[in-house]
């Protein structure tokens, strides 16, 4: 590998968003490690990559685990001595229930992996980047259009998007000194296997189930290839990407 070859972490790279985005930043010439829990789908993402392209290499990672996380930055860092970029797009949902009918295991588990583990990671990719030379680097977060407003019965997995935006505004704002550069993705109704019941109907804000319209995973993944490739003094600092007629903009 040469040095100035470029390096991508993908959190969640196994399927969905995550898949299409390693697929994308791989297309544009960057070397891309793969975080998930399961290995099985992070060799099935390197499996669909270019053969000829620059590496992709699968590191089965629990980012809510931060033994773990610290062991899939000193891998990283052991293997390519650098980062250039992290994409931090690991997480889950949360049971379809009322606020006060969330166990409280469910809302630990999603503020465990939505949030701490991107903060983990975060953190753990800043060392790298301060430390690098040339210095610098770039965070995406994926935010979800849960980040701007909520789904009914969505309490957990809405305050820990909404907590990414808080995220992604103190990374952007701490790491200008060292030149690395924080985003986040808002997206809204990809399709993929997790986002299957958006296609048969969705709780919606009158109390209705209807079914909504989604997008192909590829574009967002085409996004987070977009940003990436944008030099370290620009910055895109919010973006949403959403199906044209999701019941998003307008009232409920």
């Keep these: 590998m040469k040095n100035d070859a470029k390096i991508a972490l993908v959190t969640g790279g196994g399927t969905g968003i995550g898949r299409e985005a390693a697929l994308a ?5 960057y070397h891309v490690v793969l975080a998930g829990r399961r290995l099985q789908p992070l060799e099935d993402t390197i499996m669909l990559g270019s053969k000829g392209g620059p590496e992709m290499l699968a590191i089965p990672t629990d980012i809510s ?3 773990q996380v610290q062991i899939l930055f000193t891998r990283l860092h052991s293997s390519f001595n ?9 997480g889950i949902g949360t049971p379809n229930v009322a606020t006060e009918d969330l166990t409280l295991a469910d809302w630990q588990k999603t503020v465990d992996v939505n949030l701490t583990g991107a903060f983990l990671c975060a953190q753990a990719a800043i060392q790298i980047m301060k430390q690098q030379s040339p210095q610098g680097g770039r965070i995406i977060n994926n935010g979800s259009v849960s980040a701007q407003v909520p ?10 998007k909404h ?3 808080g995220l992604t505004k103190s990374i952007a704002l701490d790491g200008r000194r060292h030149d690395i550069a924080c985003s986040q993705i808002d997206i809204g109704n990809a399709d993929t296997a997790i986002a299957a019941q958006m296609k048969i109907g969705m709780p919606q804000a009158n109390g209705e189930n209807s079914p909504e ?15 990436a490739g944008l030099p370290l ?6 973006m949403t990407v959403m199906a044209t007629k ?6 409920g």
């Design 65 to 67: 685990n931060a033994n």
């Design 25 to 29: 930043l791989q297309k544009n010439r």
């Design 82 to 90: 650098r980062l250039d970029l992290l994409f931090n797009n690991a």
């Design 233 to 238: 003094d620009t910055n895109v600092l919010f």
């Design 151 to 160: 789904r009914p019965h969505s309490v957990a997995y809405t305050a820990t």
């Design 246 to 251: 999701m019941p998003y903009v307008g009232r």
């Design 213 to 227: 319209p989604v997008i192909d995973p590829a574009h967002c993944g085409e996004m987070v290839a977009y940003i």
């Design 163 to 165: 907590a990414i935006t």
